[in-house]
């Protein structure tokens, strides 16, 4: 089992960054992607991006491309968040998750929250003024 651990979140004002962290600890490599979803009270959990692990390819919701950015440094088993020009919208408790099966992260796909297998417990982000 992969154990994921989020950090990085804060309060920070509308047009403001933050770079989200997800710590991975076990046994990684039978892992192919890191998604990053969010939550916000009383709305279902989206998925916000995805990285495939091997060849970093990504995908982004239509909300946050040309804003967010991800990445990973698999050497630290890390995958990083970068949000910029943050909006009120954008709050919501930041999740990781990770995903055992292939193709589950591609240009045209992304796998939903559903059928992801390891989660971290969760980052706060609030964007406010």
Do not use: H
Request: net charge positive.
């Amino acid at each position: 089992q992969l154990q994921l651990v989020e950090s990085g979140g804060g309060l920070v004002q509308p047009g403001g960054s933050l770079r989200l962290s997800c710590a991975a600890s076990g046994v990684t490599s039978n892992y192919y992607a890191i998604g990053w979803f969010r939550q916000a009270p009383g709305k279902e959990r989206e998925g916000v991006s995805c990285i495939k692990l091997s060849d970093a390819s990504s995908n982004y919701a239509e909300s946050v491309k040309g804003r967010f950015t991800v990445s990973r440094d698999n050497a630290k088993n890390m995958v990083y968040l970068q949000m910029n020009s943050l909006k009120p919208d954008d709050s919501a408790i930041y999740y990781c998750a990770a995903d055992r099966k292939p193709f589950g992260c591609m240009r045209t796909y992304f796998r939903p929250a559903s059928e992801y297998d390891s989660w971290g417990q969760g980052t706060q982000v609030t964007v406010s003024s």
